[in-house]
């Protein structure tokens, strides 16, 4: 039997007993960087299987699998493990247990995913050459990521992958499907606060004080020229003012607005160049008009790049697991996804799972309370994730 036939034939196997572990997993979900419960199941479940593991960023794991010749290559596979604060409205037997929180972004399906791979990966590890490393991380949904501090604490060294893949599921595309894409994916994301001060005053005599409510405007309006005037038109990116607050009544100039907004971008070099320029404009309309200002940028996920050669090999190996019709090709997002770290350190490769059955009404987006999955698409992802550690080269 080919390796391919041997894993499909795994995945088939092990399918119903992935799922019971989805469902358990959302089941009981938790906060980013509170995934205790979690990361003590994913422990559990790699000493049934025999996998070392070592403990990193407080409940991210790292796993090491080692088939023939363990030097020949390293692979890294990613899942990320936690949850959404939301309230689930799903009427399922596995809906969340804890009200307000819920895998709305179907990270229970990734850890699953990657736990199925395992199994599949350690029992074949006769049949395939080299070193998989399991990475599974916390924190995917809040800065500073889950990524960053798996990096930091040394996930890529020890033995270095000379590669990395991370799933995601995609609630707008069939189950039974999968979908790759060359070079920039995802879009970076940072986050935008402004504070604009003046002393207040007297609604009837705005001629002694700056108004901070048009102040505010202005700086909304103008901030419109970064994107439409500065940006290389065939780039894209977004800025958008999302909140605006500020005053309590009518015949006050409050002393201070608060404004939030999100900047997103594909081109790291013009995402820094649009942080200057943003400042610059925010600065320049508030003092112009006698306000004072504070401007802060924080800096949240790179965009994520998938490494041309790693998306030639990647989406080849997939027509092979899963037949040509199979494998398509994904679209730009605007979303942001910590596996971007990873991308800047390492070649990576990040690809999307069908899990949509407009059948049986499973068409929810995902961070919606009424997001679910298609669960036939476990068995896909873990025999992927399982393929592509086993057989890519870069
Ligand atoms: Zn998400
Ligand atoms: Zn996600």
């Known amino acids: 039997m080919s390796l391919p036939q041997s894993i499909r034939r795994l ?3 092990y399918a119903d007993q992935f799922i019971g572990i989805r469902r358990h997993l959302h089941a009981n979900p938790e906060l980013s960087y ?10 559990e479940k790699l000493r049934e299987m025999g996998i070392p593991f070592t403990i990193m960023a407080g409940t991210g794991v790292v796993g090491i699998i080692e088939g023939q010749y363990p030097a020949s290559r390293v692979v890294a596979l990613r899942a990320d493990m936690d949850a959404l604060p939301i309230l689930e409205a799903n009427d399922i037997p596995y809906a969340s247990t804890r009200p307000g929180i819920m895998h709305a972004c179907g990270h229970d399906v990734h850890t699953t995913c990657l736990l199925g791979a395992a ?3 350690q029992e074949l590890k006769e049949q395939w050459s080299g070193t998989v490393k399991l990475i599974f991380q916390p924190g995917e949904e809040k800065n500073p990521g889950g990524a960053s501090l798996m990096i930091k604490d040394g996930v890529l060294d020890n033995p270095r992958p000379a590669a990395i893949f991370g799933l995601h599921v995609h609630p707008q595309m069939s189950v039974g499907l999968v979908s790759f894409r060359e070079g920039k994916v995802m879009a970076s994301a940072d986050e935008i606060y402004i504070t604009v001060r ?3 005053g007297h609604a009837a005599a705005p001629q002694y004080t ?3 409510i048009l102040v505010a405007s202005h700086i909304i309006v103008a901030l ?3 994107i439409s005037r500065n940006r290389e038109p065939q780039m894209a990116s977004v800025l958008s003012i999302t909140s605006f607050q500020g005053g309590h009544t009518t015949n006050v100039i409050p002393s201070e607005v608060k404004l939030m907004g999100t900047f997103r971008a594909m081109d790291e070099k013009w995402r820094f160049r649009a942080h200057e320029l943003i400042r610059k404009i925010v600065e320049g309309t508030a003092h112009s008009m006698g306000a004072e200002v504070d401007c802060l940028i924080d800096i949240g996920y790179p965009s994520v790049y998938n490494n041309e050669a790693l998306h030639i090999t ?3 190996l997939a027509q092979t697991y899963m037949g040509e019709n199979k494998v398509g090709e994904t679209e730009i997002r605007m979303g942001a996804e910590d596996f971007g770290y990873y991308t800047q350190q390492v070649p990576g490769c990040f690809f999307r799972l069908g899990v949509m059955n407009a059948e049986k009404g499973i068409v929810s987006g995902v ?3 009424t997001f679910n999955i298609d669960e036939s698409a476990i068995e896909t992802g873990m025999g992927m994730m399982a393929w592509l550690g086993a057989s890519a080269n870069i």
Do not use: C, R
């Not at 509170?34 to 422990?43: I, K, N, R």
């Open 198 to 200: 003046s002393k207040g």
């Open 224 to 226: 419109q020229q970064v």
């Open 367 to 369: 961070h919606t309370p």
């Open 119 to 121: 199994k599949i990966l």
């Open 210 to 212: 700056a108004d901070t």
């Open 314 to 316: 990647a989406k080849a």
């Open 34 to 43: 509170q995934e205790f419960e979690t990361s003590a199941f994913v422990q």
């Open 11 to 13: 995945a088939a196997a």
